[in-house]
Nanobody, 124 residues
Framework: QVQMVESGGGLVQAGGSLRLSCAASGRTFSYYDMGWFRQAPGKEREFVAAISVNGFSTYYADSVKGRFTISRNKDSAKDTVYLQMNSLKPEDTAVYYC???????????????WGQGTQVTVSS
């Protein structure tokens, strides 16, 4: 089983930016469409963004469209997925996770194996 390792979170003021990273510990996730998800306190985990295996196609939740950008670097020895978050809002505060997608255009993860996640806190 691939273990995801997320990093890059932190505390930022509204309007600020952060860049999250996701790498695999153990086996690679290079053969999967990958996605970012987030879970705010007291809420269900929700889909944020996804990127195709080859990195050429993406789609986003309406709430982040135009502000977040997902990308992946397959050139390095270890495939890494990124989430560039701009114009952050207090409602973006959540723990952010990455995982393989259940299918292209899905908003569900392939499995229930989640990493530790990375905390993003946006102050107003």
């Amino acid at each position: 089983q691939v273990q995801m390792v997320e990093s890059g979170g932190g505390l930022v003021q509204a309007g600020g930016s952060l860049r999250l990273s996701c790498a695999a510990s153990g086996r690679t996730f290079s053969y999967y469409d990958m996605g970012w998800f987030r879970q705010a306190p007291g809420k269900e985990r929700e889909f944020v963004a996804a990127i195709s295996v080859n990195g050429f196609s993406t789609y986003y939740a309406d709430s982040v469209k135009g502000r977040f950008t997902i990308s992946r670097n397959k050139d390095s020895a270890k495939d890494t997925v990124y989430l560039q978050m701009n114009s952050l809002k207090p409602e973006d505060t959540a723990v952010y996770y990455c995982n393989a997608m259940a299918a292209w255009r899905s908003v569900r993860a392939q499995n229930d194996y989640w990493g530790q996640g990375t905390q993003v806190t946006v102050s107003s």
